[in-house]
């Protein structure tokens, strides 16, 4: 597991040093005005449906379900259900992105009801996502050929899949003036064609495993109703926290000019150790918790869960104390240029802290998560996931007045908090999974290095690096040196306190070797 989780890190790491030069060229661009909401809109609407049907409930359910076939059964079995799947995905996929392009304005006055009241700024937030919605399509069947290299154990090329999506919005930004484009439009085109860019990486790669998949009739056979009963609940209970962000999108579209940009741009930040940590946390933890409960090997299961929790604790937390005691450096470092400038830093910086702050949660969520769908029980995180929505609701409204488009974050971070609270209470009470005195030990001492190391940012930060960050030629090497001293601080701490073990560690690699 952990060998799949370096594997899947490492691409995702890529994907989101990609996805932050994309951020960067964006920004400068389009800065936080009423371009980038229309097209932070229009990236939100097929990558709300991508992430909850594509990623979150199909991987959820479809995994398990390919991975036992392929264990109990052989590979023409698993064959048959992903090729069942594939073909009726195509059919209610293309159908719905049909009727979305039809009656994108009515859908428009749904997801943003604030633009109405702007003719420009509502007319081309439906053109633009005219344009990207057709991306839905391709990514959904991304995610089942990925999900079928998954199950093989092959992780490498579904998880390079994303960097192709950061090159093509970027290429389709450098190349819109030339092709008479604006800037938006540009990178609309951009992430159509990175559909197409994905599909073809991930099919050679699934041919090249030695199982291509076919197009049947669409045809509801019996493990497809499988698969669509696990879905259905499944969509709500892995996509969550995209169904509390597609919230905070209509709520911020009622804020003045900007919000939606602000709480993207710190979203996109917030989502490094988020995509690093948590997907590849997920994504390998699932078929193997899949196997292990096949086989009946309930307290193999139990230590992976245990040794997974801990790997996140350890990982998270410091990332979450650097995006709170750094919040306003990276932000700045990385965005203000061009249009973006010291008074978006400042509040966009702002909803990042917000966001650092229920990072741990985020990524514990999809840890305790495929405790659930490994044994194939999506109910229980749907009940989880519909509570943790309206509860969502009820923070955002009683934080947006006070607070503005930071309440939005904050509300979102306290709902996470609350999900993985709750998925930790069920697994635990229903007897599949029980904290053991090496994860109490360890979590400890993780929280405590990771707050010395909160503490030492901070005092760096004011001692040594901020007049170095306002200098434009220096503040890149400034962040990085503030950051090189947050992270040396956590490993001396985490070392010193043995909430990491150097010997385990180098065991490891040795073995590995």
Known sequence: MFRNVLTVGAWTAASRVLGFLRDIAIAARLGAGSEADAFFVALKLPNFFRRLFGEGAFAAAFVPLFAS?????????ARRIAEGALSVMVAALAALTLAAILFMPQAMALLAPG????????????????????????????????????????????AAAPSLFNLCVIAGLFAAPG???????????????AGVAQLVLVAGAVARAGMPLALPPPRLSPEVRTLLNRMVPGAIGAGVTQINLMIDVIIASLLPEGAIAFLYYADRVAQLPLGVIGTALGTALLPTLSRQVRLGEGAR?????????????????????????????????????????????????????????????FVLVKVFAPGFFARGDTRTPVQVAVACVALNLVFNLALIRPLGHVGIAVATSLSAWANAGALAYLLRRQGRWREDRRL??????????????????????????????????????????????????????????????????????????
């Open 69 to 77: 076939a392929l264990a109990s059964e052989g590979r023409e079995a």
């Open 115 to 158: 633009f109405v009241d702007e003719p420009e700024r509502f007319g081309l937030a439906v053109a633009l996502t005219r344009i990207t919605f057709p991306y839905l399509l391709l990514i959904c069947v991304v995610a089942l050929v990925s999900g079928v290299l998954n199950g093989l154990d092959r992780f490498g090329a579904a």
């Open 179 to 193: 092709l008479g484009l604006g800037g938006a439009e540009g990178l609309a085109f951009g992430v159509a064609a």
């Open 301 to 361: 299961a139990g230590e992976t869960q245990n040794r997974a929790i801990e790997l996140a604790l350890l990982l998270t937390l410091p990332a979450a104390a650097g995006l709170v005691a750094a919040a306003l450096p990276i932000v700045s470092v990385l965005f203000e240029r061009g249009a973006f400038g010291a008074e978006a830093s400042d509040a966009t910086a702002r909803a990042l802290a917000a966001y650092g702050f229920g990072l741990p949660a």
């Open 440 to 513: 109490l030990s360890r979590g400890a001492r993780i929280a405590l290095a990771a707050a010395g190391m909160g503490l030492a940012l901070w005092a760096g930060r004011v001692a040594l690096f901020d007049d170095l960050l306002a200098l434009r030629h220096w503040r890149w090497g400034a962040l990085a040196g503030l950051l090189g001293l947050g992270g040396a601080a956590y490993a001396a701490l985490a070392l010193a306190s043995r909430a990491a073990d150097l010997a385990e560690i180098i065991g490891y690699l040795r073995r590995r070797r």
